[in-house]
């Protein structure tokens, strides 16, 4: 499968757009354990034309995670244009616009999911971003707005026709949110009614390595994008590539491999964000990691109180050492809260992984 000129080979695996969770950081954690596209979360066209910090802090790359997309959103076509010139100059791999999004505040200005209801202008929008792209421009949306307006199959051919270089569909409609199951149905009808020559990437409730061969299999998509199921578990990408290959799906990480990898997360993290909002960050990142484990709620509540990031390592520390208090299982005892260690012993903090990204370039000017 090809998006312009990059080549992903056959059945490859994206990690999809989000929210306070595709950041740079976890980008490369997905990338080593085999994701073959990244996307960055949606960064709002507005935030970017009026320098907003948030907004240009998301324009981050590392030259380590390529190929990888910057997502936009917008409903205004003005300010989309100029978004798109913004990111354009930054040299992702590929503009995706957000055409999915189903938040309130977001829908009610025409952007997101918001213009499956207004397709002329849909329209209009990509005309804006592929006039300002200088490299393949994709799009990321949704089945329709409700039941009664499922228009993916008229939506996917006019996109194709306006020139974008490949399509990512969520197999829910705006209305569903994130309810019930996703339509995988739809998937196979837009791969064989809806699109013609580009490629086509499925999403939606491909959370095991299972789920992403049966997507596969069941609707003949491209390429299947894995969000939920990445989230805390970055290594579901390798998983699935080994289960498609053999038939057997690996064992979970151990307990100390799942442990270095959140100190790698959080040592990314603070490299890119600075200490302090690092490890304010990384906060909404145990749950993830730790779901399913015993004591696991003693370990978040004690990782939460660490306001440093040696704080934060010597509660991981501490975790790795009594391992027999963090099985998978459901609690069976009232637990004790981890007691940090004193100070980590030099050769295990020789272990922890030490990040070899370094960030592209410093954080774009815009305006
Ligand atoms: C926390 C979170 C944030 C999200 N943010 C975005 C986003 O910024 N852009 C986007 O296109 N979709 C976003 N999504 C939707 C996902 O990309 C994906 O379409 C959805 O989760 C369904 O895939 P899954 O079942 O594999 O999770 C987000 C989803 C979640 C759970």
């Known amino acids: 499968m090809q998006i ?51 907004s240009v802090q998301k324009l981050d790359i590392y030259d380590e995670e390529r190929p990888v997309g910057i997502q936009i959103f917008g ?23 957000n055409f999915g999004c189903p938040v309130k505040k977001v829908v009610r200005k025409d952007a997101g999911a918001g213009i499956l209801r207004n397709l002329p202008k849909m329209e209009r929008i990509v005309e804006a971003v592929m006039e300002g792209a200088t490299r393949p421009v994709t799009v990321k949306t949704r089945l329709g707005w409700n039941d009664d307006s499922i228009q993916i199959l008229e939506v996917a051919r006019m996109l194709e026709d306006k020139g974008i270089q490949a399509l990512a569909v969520h197999a829910r409609t705006r209305s569903q949110m994130y309810k019930g199951e996703a339509r995988w149905e739809w998937l196979r009808r837009i791969k064989e009614e809806g699109v013609r020559d580009i490629p086509f990437i499925g999403n939606g409730d491909a959370l095991t390595p299972e789920k992403v061969k049966a997507m ?36 979970p990480p151990t307990w100390p491999e799942r442990l270095a990898v959140v100190a ?16 304010l960050e990384m906060r909404r990142q145990y749950g993830g990691y730790f779901k399913g484990f015993r004591n696991a709620s003693n370990l978040r509540a004690a990782l939460m109180e660490e306001t440093t990031k040696d704080g934060v390592l010597e509660v991981l520390l501490n975790a790795k050492e009594n391992a ?44």
């Open 75 to 97: 409903g205004n076509v003005e300010q989309v244009r100029q978004a798109t010139r913004i990111v354009d100059a930054i040299e992702p791999d590929l503009i995706d616009i």
């Open 216 to 251: 596969f299999d069941e609707t003949g998509v491209d390429a299947v994008m894995i969000g939920r199921g990445a989230i805390g578990n970055p290594w579901i990408f390798e998983h699935a590539k080994t289960y498609m290959a053999t038939g057997e799906v690996p064992p």
């Open 4 to 54: 312009g000129s990059i080549d992903f080979g056959e059945r490859p695996l994206f990690l999809a757009p989000m929210e306070d969770v595709s950041d740079p950081p976890f980008r490369l954690l997905c990338k080593r354990y085999g994701a073959d596209m990244l996307y960055t979360e949606f960064i709002s066209s507005g935030g970017l034309i009026y320098d907003a910090d948030d």
């Open 324 to 367: 027999d208090e963090f099985q998978m299982s459901v609690p069976a005892t009232p637990s004790k809260k981890p007691k940090a260690t004193r100070s980590i012993p030099a050769a295990v903090k020789a272990k922890l992984p030490t990040p070899s990204a370094q960030k592209q370039r410093a954080p774009a000017t815009v305006g």
């Open 264 to 279: 790698e997360h959080l040592t990314l993290k603070c490299e890119w964000l600075g200490e302090r909002t690092g490890v």
